[in-house]
């Protein structure tokens, strides 16, 4: 059973910085791509970022590109967020989540989420 577990959130100030990881388990981390999405309150959800399984293709939403840095370690079966200059329209509830291939899918359809982890941007 494939488990997605966020955490690193919290509150900022402006213009400050803040690393999200997700850890998973259940299944062999090194073969899927994951990726980051966020949804903030009466907002749809929003791609942040993705990464396909080896690391070398990443994908990042237009509000974020620039400022956002998505990585992952496969020896630790985890993702990471790297957040820089963040605007208070960055606050939202962060979700990670995992694809059943090694690609980042065109359409977002990722099978499998985090309960997510809260980031509050503080003007």
């Known amino acids: 059973q494939v488990q997605l577990v966020e955490s690193g959130g919290g509150l900022v100030q402006a213009g400050g910085s803040l690393r999200l990881s997700c850890a998973a388990s259940?299944?062999?981390?090194?073969?899927?791509?994951m990726g980051w999405f966020r949804q903030a309150p009466g907002k749809e959800r929003e791609f942040v970022a993705a990464?396909?399984?080896?690391?070398?293709?990443?994908y990042y939403g237009s509000s974020v590109k620039g400022r956002f840095t998505i990585s992952r370690d496969n020896a630790k079966s985890t993702v990471y967020l790297q957040m820089n200059s963040l605007k208070p329209e960055d606050t939202a509830v962060y979700y990670c989540a995992m694809n059943n291939y090694g690609y980042h899918p065109p359409n977002l359809a990722y099978p499998y989420w985090g309960q997510g982890t809260q980031v509050t941007v503080s003007s």
């Open positions: 990464i396909n399984s080896s690391g070398d293709r990443l």
């Open positions: 259940g299944r062999t981390f090194s073969g899927y791509a």
